[in-house]
């Protein structure tokens, strides 16, 4: 049995589960092969207060500092956030609050074997100095931003590369992801790309009439999901709905570009045919991939996007910008459109496209079920057995 240190920010958590929680899906799956045991390490941002006055920080002074999900047991220790200024100090910071609580995990009798590190900053840069600090070897994942935008920034471009070169062992999870880490000066031999799965037991056909029912949806309806940023292109999406009339947006994620896009729609005349759902849960999803007609990502940057995969495992096809792993994930006609120009004209056609014509749901499903999740587990276990018997070797052990 490899005992392994799940560290990361990105991981849900009581007040915040859906934060992460790709990795939290990748981590039971490993879990459930019966060969790796872990316990999860997931910082949060310290915070004294839990008004609601102060938004999102308030939020984090409530996360508990200890929980257990799906079995898994989670410590959150608490690490100082300067916002704004503080990027080139947060793994420093990531690092000694993580050092102080897995110092105590250890005294109190906790041992492991391997560092399982997910986004390389600030989290993978601060576990390769906790796997210095603590003798263990350190696995870090690329999952997305970590890779294609924040080496733009000197300071953590250089952390960056001097952990992935430290690490013991590369994920990324798609092979678009490889070029940054080999820009760095990495050895593209050393990077294992793993792409991850769906969870085609969740994620499924249901009865479609009842589902729009459910949801209200009477007319054409795209989805859009996602945080409410700039990247996500939601204000693409909605100038695209705007041209096409009869169609209906639906909108689910939350941000701070709330406000704007709320402005944007009534601004456009289309106020009435787009809908802000909010941050839903999980539970959700599978009925509204099920009731949409076709699922939109506008994306202008993304690793590998689990939420295409859903919808395809749903049945429903999708539209997407060919941005970095996008591309991996939609890869046949069944699966959906790439949009290779991110204008609202480009994303109109290719909607317009998906409604007139659209993929068998049954094909799209078919698809998406060549996307499990065993093949990455094995993957995982196999670096994981590779690293400890090097390092074992390294040290002259049998």
């Given at each position: 049995?490899?005992?392994?240190?799940?560290?990361?920010?990105?991981?849900?958590?009581?007040?915040?589960?859906?934060?992460?929680?790709?990795?939290?899906?990748?981590?039971?799956?490993?879990?459930?092969?019966?060969?790796?045991?872990?316990?999860?390490?997931?910082?949060?941002?310290?915070?004294?207060?839990?008004?609601?006055?102060?938004?999102?920080?308030?939020?984090?002074?409530?996360?508990?500092?200890?929980?257990?999900?799906?079995?898994?047991?989670?410590?959150?220790?608490?690490?100082?956030?300067?916002?704004?200024?503080?990027?080139?100090?947060?793994?420093?910071?990531?690092?000694?609050?993580?050092?102080?609580?897995?110092?105590?995990?250890?005294?109190?009798?906790?041992?492991?074997?391997?560092?399982?590190?997910?986004?390389?900053?600030?989290?993978?840069?601060?576990?390769?100095?906790?796997?210095?600090?603590?003798?263990?070897?350190?696995?870090?994942?690329?999952?997305?931003?970590?890779?294609?935008?924040?080496?733009?920034?000197?300071?953590?471009?250089?952390?960056?590369?001097?952990?992935?070169?430290?690490?013991?062992?590369?994920?990324?999870?798609?092979?678009?992801?490889?070029?940054?880490?080999?820009?760095?000066?990495?050895?593209?031999?050393?990077?294992?790309?793993?792409?991850?799965?769906?969870?085609?037991?969740?994620?499924?056909?249901?009865?479609?009439?009842?589902?729009?029912?459910?949801?209200?949806?009477?007319?054409?309806?795209?989805?859009?999901?996602?945080?409410?940023?700039?990247?996500?292109?939601?204000?693409?999406?909605?100038?695209?709905?705007?041209?096409?009339?009869?169609?209906?947006?639906?909108?689910?994620?939350?941000?701070?570009?709330?406000?704007?896009?709320?402005?944007?729609?009534?601004?456009?005349?289309?106020?009435?045919?787009?809908?802000?759902?909010?941050?839903?849960?999980?539970?959700?999803?599978?009925?509204?991939?099920?009731?949409?007609?076709?699922?939109?990502?506008?994306?202008?940057r993304e690793g590998w996007a689990n939420v295409l995969l859903e919808s395809m495992a749903c049945g429903t096809s999708v539209v997407a910008s060919a941005v970095w792993g996008t591309p991996e994930v939609v890869a046949a006609p069944e699966a959906g459109e790439l949009?290779?120009?991110?204008?609202?004209?480009?994303?109109?056609?290719?909607?317009?496209?998906?409604?007139?014509?659209?993929?068998?749901?049954?094909?799209?499903?078919?698809?998406?079920?060549?996307?499990?999740?065993?093949?990455?587990?094995?993957?995982?276990?196999?670096?994981?057995?590779?690293?400890?018997?090097?390092?074992?070797?390294?040290?002259?052990?049998?």
């Open positions: 049995m490899i005992r392994t240190l799940t560290f990361t920010t990105l991981f849900p958590n009581a007040i915040q589960p859906t934060h992460g929680v790709f990795v939290e899906t990748r981590l039971q799956r490993l879990v459930r092969s019966g060969k790796v045991a872990t316990r999860v390490m997931a910082p949060i941002p310290w915070f004294p207060f839990k008004a609601p006055m102060f938004g999102t920080y308030a939020r984090y002074a409530a996360v508990p500092t200890e929980e257990t999900r799906g079995g898994l047991q989670v410590v959150h220790p608490r690490y100082v956030v300067i916002p704004r200024f503080g990027t080139n100090l947060s793994p420093r910071l990531l690092f000694h609050a993580a050092r102080r609580e897995l110092t105590r995990m250890i005294a109190a009798g906790f041992d492991f074997d391997l560092i399982d590190a997910h986004y390389f900053y600030p989290d993978g840069v601060a576990a390769v100095w906790l796997g210095r600090h603590f003798g263990k070897p350190v696995v870090v994942t690329g999952r997305g931003s970590d890779l294609t935008f924040i080496p733009r920034l000197p300071t953590p471009r250089r952390l960056i590369g001097e952990a992935a070169q430290a690490a013991d062992g590369l994920i990324t999870v798609c092979a678009a992801l490889r070029d940054p880490l080999v820009e760095l000066g990495v050895p593209g031999e050393r990077i294992t790309v793993l792409r991850n799965g769906v969870d085609l037991e969740f994620f499924r056909p249901l009865d479609r009439d009842e589902q729009r029912r459910a949801w209200g949806l009477s007319r054409p309806t795209v989805l859009s999901i996602g945080n409410l940023v700039e990247l996500k292109g939601h204000d693409l999406v909605i100038r695209a709905v705007a041209s096409m009339p009869g169609v209906d947006l639906v909108i689910a994620g939350d941000g701070p570009e709330e406000g704007r896009l709320r402005a944007l729609a009534a601004e456009l005349g289309v106020g009435d045919r787009v809908r802000f759902l909010g941050r839903r849960p999980q539970s959700d999803l599978p009925g509204l991939y099920n009731a949409a007609d076709v699922m939109i990502l506008a994306s202008s949009v290779p120009e991110r204008t609202p004209e480009a994303f109109a056609a290719a909607l317009r496209r998906a409604l007139a014509q659209p993929p068998d749901r049954a094909a799209t499903r078919r698809y998406a079920e060549g996307f499990s999740w065993d093949d990455t587990t094995a993957g995982q276990i196999r670096l994981f057995e590779e690293i400890l018997q090097r390092r074992s070797g390294a040290s002259g052990h049998v």
